[in-house]
Nanobody, 121 residues
Framework: QVQLVESGGGLVQAGGSLRLSCAAS????????MGWFRQAPGKEREFVAA???????TYVNSVKGRFTISRDNAKNTVYLQMNSLKPEDTAVYYC???????????????WGQGTQVTVSS
């Protein structure tokens, strides 16, 4: 089992920045691919970014150049640095742990409870 706890969400004005953190406990963190997903009100949960154990990464097109995913295996933590935030980035952000780098939710076995990000215009 892997337990995931997100933090760092909040209210920010458009153009601002936030850094989300996801702390993992349980099985060896370094062997998992880690992903960030988000769910806006009334919408399906969608992929945002993912990073493999070898620090390859992938992003949804809408956040490329604005968001950066990173991981610190010594701290069992994955981060999502979000810059130039837009109102459409407003959502609950979830981190997830899986076996391979993927943008498919079904590839992820463990999920956190989510953290709210609200971007005001």
């Amino acid at each position: 089992q892997v337990q995931l706890v997100e933090s760092g969400g909040g209210l920010v004005q458009a153009g601002g920045s936030l850094r989300l953190s996801c702390a993992a406990s349980g099985r060896p963190f370094s062997t998992y691919a880690m992903g960030w997903f988000r769910q806006a009100p009334g919408k399906e949960r969608e992929f945002v970014a993912a990073i493999s154990w070898s620090v390859d990464s992938t992003y949804v097109n809408s956040v490329k150049g604005r968001f950066t995913i990173s991981r610190d295996n010594a701290k069992n933590t994955v981060y999502l640095q979000m810059n130039s935030l837009k109102p459409e980035d407003t959502a609950v952000y979830y981190c997830a742990a899986g076996r391979s780098l993927s943008d498919y939710q079904s590839e992820y076995d463990y999920w956190g409870q989510g953290t709210q990000v609200t971007v005001s215009s």
